[in-house]
């Protein structure tokens, strides 16, 4: 099974619009975390946002924020008032554990390609 | 400033031969990774390192290599037995224990074949 699906391969939004890319996850560990990234066409890899599994908040940062619903296992990302400059390639990636076999390693969806037009 | 450097940016490989990837951070991160991405797919991990002179396999670390002697360093070796290396490759590192902490990606290095 899929440790993290990504089921939308490409979004689009009009610019100043909200948009919300899908993010569900699949694990057995009561402790995880969840990252989202940014890969803009060049192809570094720009961290956006974390959710710990324990963190009584969704988490915020700036126009970002998480809309996270432990139950049903989804981590949706939203972005507020979208720019032209938000046109890239978004992952989410899963930590699961806290421990020495384990470390910080990261499993990765496939990614949505967002468009924002003008 | 402090950050993941990757060299080269683009690679080309021949039949038959090994070719290393250097990834060298400053950031004095215990944990390194290397991932390997397909064009419009995800990362998957080839191999990672929490600590000097420890590494371990990832999920697709058949026909790559790795070594891991200085704290800051962490090449990769894509040896002639990867059948299918031409792909985009990127070294992340990360504080092993900070969880909540999240990976630092270097800049990659594009391999293609000959």
């Known amino acids: 099974a899929q440790k993290i699906t990504q089921t939308q391969p490409g979004m689009f939004v009009q610019e100043k619009e909200a948009v919300t890319l899908d993010c569900t996850y699949d694990t057995s560990d009561p402790s995880y975390g969840l990252f989202w990234y940014k890969q803009p066409s060049s192809g570094e890899m720009i961290f956006l946002i974390y959710?710990?599994?324990?963190?009584?908040q969704n988490a915020t940062e700036g126009r970002y924020s998480l809309n996270f619903q432990k139950a049903r296992k989804s981590a949706n990302l939203v972005i507020s008032a979208s720019q032209l400059g938000d046109s890239a390639m978004y992952f989410c990636?899963?930590?699961?554990?806290?421990?020495?076999?384990?470390?910080?390693?990261?499993?990765f969806g496939e990614g949505t390609q967002l468009t924002v037009n003008p | 400033d402090g950050g993941i450097t990757q060299s080269p940016k683009y690679l080309f490989r021949k039949e038959g031969q090994n070719v290393t990837l250097s990834c060298e951070q400053n950031l004095n991160h215990d944990a390194m990774y290397w991932y390997r991405q397909d064009p419009g797919q995800g990362l998957r991990l080839i191999y990672y390192?929490?600590?000097?002179?420890?590494?371990q396999k990832g999920d697709i670390a058949e026909g790559y290599s790795v070594s891991r002697e200085k704290k800051e360093s962490f090449p990769l070796t894509v040896t002639s037995a990867q059948k299918n290396p031409t792909a985009f490759y990127l070294c992340?590192?990360?504080?092993?224990?900070?969880?909540?902490?999240?990976?630092?990606f270097g800049d990659g290095t594009r391999l293609s074949i000959l």
């Open positions: 990636a899963m930590r699961e554990g806290e421990g020495e076999t384990s470390g910080s390693r990261l499993t």
């Open positions: 992340a590192s990360s504080m092993r224990t900070q969880y909540n902490q999240p990976q630092h």
């Open positions: 390192s929490q600590i000097v002179n420890d590494f």
């Open positions: 959710q710990g599994s324990y963190d009584q």
